[in-house]
């Protein structure tokens, strides 16, 4: 929905019934779409269709629906955990999601893979940056990307420079701290002086580059790293 606060109107974007459908905005169906990002160009709409287990699009111009990525994509409906195009790629109820600014790659919590997903709209390739997809009893880590571990995160935020990344982690109980890296778009930085009330900071990498050690943000100062 779109909500015009200066109006105080509250109109529909796109969406008619449960279902899976692309097209016309007025006659397409998502089922349970949980987070929305806006593109960089202004007209463009990034919409995590949970039920769907899909990452659908909204074109603000022509005012069509496509599905990006997920089972919808395929068409078959199936739920799973696999990087890949993104006819081939599989989420697990996808939750929130984040754009970069130059609007080349969505950040997206995929909860029920209990992992973070990047998905490059340019090459239109879906990797998972952090998270191993486990969860359960234990299902906490901190450390590098490639290690940490994740139960239900269903939030993402970039912060303005585009070099952090904070993670809701729902059923941990936490909120995350991510130093992003990743090529052409994002450049690595060091993480700044900690203050009280950070903790250290967890790098994803782009695939295969080995990243720094993840942290978790915590009420109490902690030492900076060496």
Do not use: C
Not at 58 to 70: C, E, F
Not at 103 to 112: H, P, Y
Not at 167 to 176: G, K, P
């Amino acid at each position: 929905r779109r909500v015009d606060a200066a109006a105080g109107e509250v109109s529909t974007v796109a969406g008619s019934a449960r279902g899976r459908r692309d097209g016309d905005a007025d006659a397409a169906q998502f089922a349970s779409p949980y987070g929305v990002a806006a593109g960089a160009d202004g007209w463009s709409l990034y919409v995590t269709d949970e039920e769907n287990d899909a990452v659908r699009a909204i074109d603000l111009t022509s005012r069509r629906v496509t599905t990006l990525a997920g089972a919808a994509a395929a068409g078959d409906g199936s739920r799973g955990f696999a990087d890949g195009s993104f006819e081939a790629a599989r989420f697990n109820k996808p939750a929130g999601i984040a754009a970069t600014k130059d609007g080349k790659l969505l950040i997206v919590a995929d909860a029920g893979n209990h992992a973070i997903r990047l998905l490059d709209l340019e090459k239109r390739v879906v990797t998972t940056i952090a998270g191993d997809g486990a969860a359960g009893a234990g299902a906490f880590a901190d450390g590098n990307a490639s290690a940490a571990r994740f139960n239900r995160p269903t939030g993402v935020a970039l912060s303005p420079d585009g070099h952090l990344l904070y993670v809701a982690d729902a059923f941990n109980d936490q909120v995350r701290q991510v130093i992003v890296r990743m090529p052409a778009t994002l450049v690595a930085k060091a993480a700044p002086p900690q203050q009280p009330g950070q903790a250290a900071n967890a790098t994803l990498p782009p695939p295969a580059v080995d990243s720094a050690p993840a942290t978790t943000l915590s009420p109490s100062p902690s030492p900076s790293p060496p």
